[in-house]
Every structure is written in C-alpha cells, then in structure tokens.
C-alpha cells in the first residue's frame, strides 16, 4: 500500500470518531450500500412458476434486503450503487444486465433511498436501456444520480442535494468508463474526468453545501488492496472540499482510510464496499461492507462527523441461508449454522469473514 494511504486504517464495526458532544435533532444519519446486481441465476431464483418472463412481476426480489432493512430504514438515507439497466427486454444477466422494476421496487420497500447509477454497466442496453432505467427510476420517483438525459437536466440535478436535520448534502457520482460503449447523445453519464468533477463540487458550493460526498465507481476488480490510482483521485477530491468518499467496482471490499485535513476535521475514504448482491462466486466477492455514517453539528456550529460504523455483510446466494438470494449482516449470524439451509454457505462465509478481518488487520 502505497506510504500516502497508510494514515490510519479503520475496520472496526463501530468506531466513534468524535469526543464532541452532538445535538440529537440536528444529526443527520446516512448509510452507503455497495453493489445492486442482476446475474441470470438472480433472475431464474426471482422468477415466479407460470408467470411471464417478460413481466417484472413475474420476479420477487423480497428476500434480498429484509435482514439489513433495519440498519435502512433507521437512516435519514440510504444509498446504493444500482448496478444494472432496469427494464430493457429481454431481461438479462451478466455481460449486459437489465433487471426487472421489481429489483428496484423491493430496494425501496427496505429503504434504501437513492441509487447510483453511474458505473461501468448502465449503458450495456445503449439508448433504450438508459431511456427504461430512467422512466422506471421516475415512475417510483426514487431519487438516482449518475446519468441524465440532456446538458439541461444535468445542470439541474448533478449533484444530487439531499437536505436534513438543517444540513445540506451533494452527492457527486462518476464512473471510471462505461465498459468502452459510447454514451448515445445527448445522454450524459458522470465520467472521472478531473475538471467535469471540480464543476460539480463548485455547484455544490454555489448550492450551499454543507457536506460533499464522493461516490467513484473506480479501481481494479477483485483486489483487495487500493491501486494508486485511487490514492491520487482520493487527494484530489479532498484538496476540492471532499471530507467523505466512498467507492464501489471492485467487487471486492477494500480498507477505510481515515485522516484529518488543515482545520482538524476528520476525512473519510471507504476505497470500495464491495457487493451487496449479486452471484459472483470468486474467492472474497460475496462479502460486502454497510457504512452508517451521522453528520451533525456541535455546539460551535461547526459540521463534524459525529460516529460512523462498518458492517460486515455476507451474500448468502439461493438455498445458501434461505430459499433465495439475501444479505446477511454477518456478526448477526455467527454461531448460527444450523439455521443455514446449506451449512456450507456458513463455513465459507465464517472463513472468508475471519481472513479478510485479519488481512485487513495486517496492512
């Protein structure tokens, strides 16, 4: 890891990281959740006997999300990485994903709020997958950030300003490229392009932010280990005003850096976190990370990171836990291997659980 990143790495479950004394109403608490996945297996679990397979109501995604919902639903917001088209027939898996609406609609029902939707496969479908992922995130007016259809919405809605407890927060989200498939004009996807990003922070400025949040889809699949790249877009973005970051593409989890900039204010950067869903089966792919961070205000006025916690969480695929796919927040289930359907998805997800905590110990 290169000397830059080595401040100070953080993997505790819960971990406060101020002495100050919050006030209650005016804390605000968001959670970040990793990688939304549609693989064809997903698809044939969720599908209903007898049902068309051309109808997103033909598939039932209800499991996915019921054993994290209360870590959701307690947040002010709750935010995805979707990463997946919605709605372009036929629906499909793995290299061009189109899932049905009723993904995004089950996402919903368990709180997660806003979806990102700047990443490497949201123009798998060209066009018609970006004009259904749009019209469908709009029918259930679920708040998204990442591509928009014109320069006028994009000026408009990048960033994303989300406002409570008397805080105002952009969210910026852009993606590394979109798997070498040209974005159809005049659609506009969120690239990392150095000065495009720079004119979102300003925007967020001129909005009267008082928080600004990076949301890169970025880095090398399935390493564990942060590339360079990473380290040098994470002090850019800092340098810009960015006191919180967090990543999503590798697939994998990667380490929390935390650090303090000029003013004492503390800097956070969670590289990746990994998958939520989705069903990849690489070694290290079906654990993912929960974020829970709470933003508030002392007594001075000043905007600080009241606490914030990382929770370990296993993707338990079909006949793993239960009958279909589920996100299991892992420390909730250890000792429990007799309630697994298969009691091998125990054994790897304790084994896998135990050497990611002590490799990332190790760094």
């Known amino acids: 890891m290169p000397a830059a990143m080595r401040k100070r790495i953080t993997l505790l479950l819960l971990f406060?990281?101020?002495?100050?004394?919050?006030?209650?109403?005016?804390?605000?608490?968001?959670?970040?959740?990793?990688?939304?996945?549609?693989?064809?297996?997903?698809?044939?679990?969720?599908?209903?006997?007898?049902?068309?397979?051309?109808?997103?109501?033909?598939?039932?995604?209800?499991?996915?999300?019921?054993?994290?919902?209360?870590?959701l639903e307690q947040a002010d917001y709750a935010i995805?990485?979707?990463?997946?088209?919605?709605?372009?027939?036929?629906?499909?898996?793995y290299p061009s994903f189109s899932a049905p609406a009723t993904l995004l609609q089950?996402?919903?029902?368990?709180?997660?709020?806003?979806?990102?939707?700047?990443?490497?496969?949201?123009?798998?479908?060209?066009?018609?997958?970006?004009?259904?992922?749009?019209?469908?995130l709009q029918e259930?007016?679920?708040?998204?950030?990442?591509?928009?259809?014109?320069?006028?919405?994009?000026l408009q809605h990048d960033p994303l300003m989300l406002e409570g407890k008397g805080q105002r927060i952009a969210l910026i989200n852009f993606t590394y490229g979109t798997n070498g498939i040209s974005i159809p004009s005049p659609w506009i996807v969120n690239k990392m392009d150095r000065a495009s990003v720079s004119k979102s922070i300003e925007?967020?400025?001129?909005?009267?932010?008082?928080?600004?949040?990076?949301?890169?889809?970025?880095?090398?699949?399935?390493?564990?280990?942060?590339?360079?790249?990473?380290?040098?877009?994470?002090?850019?973005?800092?340098?810009?005003?960015?006191?919180?970051?967090?990543?999503t593409h590798?697939?994998?989890?990667?380490?929390?850096?935390?650090?303090?900039?000029?003013?004492?204010?503390?800097?956070?950067?969670?590289?990746?976190?990994?998958?939520?869903?989705?069903?990849?089966g690489a070694t290290h792919t079906r654990i993912g990370f929960l974020v829970e961070v709470s933003l508030t205000r002392d007594a001075l006025g000043r905007h600080i990171?009241?606490?914030?916690?990382?929770?370990?969480?296993?993707?338990?695929?079909?006949?793993?836990y239960e009958k279909n796919y589920t996100i299991l927040p892992i420390e909730s289930f250890l000792g429990k291997r007799n309630e697994f359907c298969n009691p091998a998805d125990y054994d790897r997800m304790l084994k896998e659980y135990n050497t990611l905590k002590q490799y990332f110990e190790n760094l």
């Open 16 to 71: 406060c990281c101020s002495a100050v004394t919050a006030v209650a109403q005016d804390t605000l608490r968001l959670v970040f959740l990793g990688d939304i996945m549609a693989h064809q297996a997903q698809l044939q679990a969720a599908r209903l006997p007898g049902k068309d397979s051309l109808s997103a109501q033909a598939y039932d995604f209800s499991s996915y999300f019921h054993h994290i919902q209360p870590f």
């Open 80 to 93: 995805a990485n979707l990463e997946c088209t919605l709605e372009a027939l036929p629906y499909t898996g």
């Open 106 to 136: 089950a996402a919903q029902a368990s709180g997660i709020d806003v979806f990102l939707s700047a990443n490497n496969h949201i123009v798998d479908k060209g066009r018609r997958g970006l004009e259904q992922t749009y019209k469908t």
């Open 140 to 154: 259930v007016q679920a708040l998204s950030t990442g591509f928009y259809p014109d320069s006028t919405d994009y």
């Open 203 to 247: 925007r967020a400025r001129q909005q009267d932010a008082d928080w600004i949040i990076a949301l890169p889809h970025w880095g090398l699949e399935y390493q564990l280990t942060p590339h360079s790249s990473q380290a040098e877009w994470t002090e850019f973005l800092q340098q810009q005003g960015v006191r919180i970051i967090v990543g």
């Open 250 to 280: 590798p697939h994998v989890i990667q380490p929390l850096i935390s650090s303090w900039d000029g003013y004492g204010r503390e800097l956070l950067t969670w590289y990746s976190l990994g998958n939520a869903i989705s069903n990849m």
């Open 305 to 320: 990171i009241a606490d914030y916690q990382t929770i370990w969480l296993w993707c338990s695929r079909a006949g793993g």
